[in-house]
């Protein structure tokens, strides 16, 4: 089984700053991807970085990045130049890449932007 | 392309009612999900299924049954509400795609379903 641990529930930025958000993982199985999600008071998912376990490189996405630490099993999402928008819960989730391949979500972490 | 869609948004059932959630997409997605999210915590997988016809467990599935008769639609029942079903409900689909070093299992989301037992 696996299992996604997000030790901050809540963290405060400034505008314009870059913020790391924590993400550890357990897994047995060598391959597998990680996720991050943010999600708007809204409420929608929405989908921001993908990192499988064979990429050797960081996957980025605009102003995320996902900082992969294979060895350490940590995954943390990387804001740079935080922004208003950017308050919300954020999720790090992972998915075995054999057999029903759904997603295992952490407690998430509630970032807020402050002017 | 409309994505993912569900209905209802919203529900409010009294104990012991039973109602259907449906979820549909229109991406050709083989793998579908229902998770639920309840205050402070994470999604959860509720019932998942592989392709059209099959349905299996996941982590929540007491109280809920599902089907999946066309590709396109993950029906999710609930028999006979309980106040421990308020939750938010979200259903999900996924394809797999060659990526650098792997494939990529990206999910999309539908907005979610609010519901209320009371």
């Known amino acids: 089984a696996q299992k996604i641990t997000q030790t901050q529930p809540g963290m405060f930025v400034q505008e314009k700053e870059a913020v790391t958000l924590d993400c550890t993982y357990d897994?047995?199985?060598?391959?597998?991807?990680l996720f991050w999600y943010k999600q708007p008071s809204s409420g929608e998912m929405i989908f921001l970085i993908y990192q499988g376990s064979y990429d050797e490189q960081n996957a980025t996405e605009g102003r995320y990045s996902l900082n992969f630490q294979k060895a350490r099993k940590s995954a943390n999402l990387v804001i740079s130049a935080s922004q208003l928008g950017d308050s919300a819960m954020y999720f790090c989730a992972m998915t075995m890449v054999a057999g029903r391949r759904a997603l295992t979500f952490g407690s998430g972490t509630r970032l807020q932007v402050q002017p | 392309n409309a994505g993912v869609t569900q209905t209802p948004k919203f529900r409010v059932l009294k104990t012991g009612q039973s109602m259907t959630l449906l979820c549909a997409q229109d991406?050709?997605?083989?793998?579908m999900y229902w998770y639920r999210q309840d205050p402070g915590m994470g999604l959860r997988l509720i019932h998942y299924?592989?392709?059209?016809?099959?349905?299996a467990k996941g982590e929540v599935p007491d109280g809920y049954n599902v089907s999946r008769l066309k590709k396109q639609n993950f029906l999710l029942g609930l028999e006979s509400a309980a106040p421990s079903q308020t939750s938010v409900y979200f259903c999900?689909?996924?394809?797999?795609?060659?990526?650098?070093?792997?494939?990529?299992?990206?999910?999309?989301f539908g907005p979610g379903t609010r519901l209320t037992v009371t």
């Open positions: 991406m050709n997605h083989e793998y």
């Open positions: 999900a689909s996924s394809y797999s795609k060659p990526g650098t070093g792997g494939f990529s299992y990206e999910q999309y």
């Open positions: 299924s592989v392709g059209e016809g099959t349905t």
């Open positions: 897994t047995s199985d060598q391959s597998y991807g």
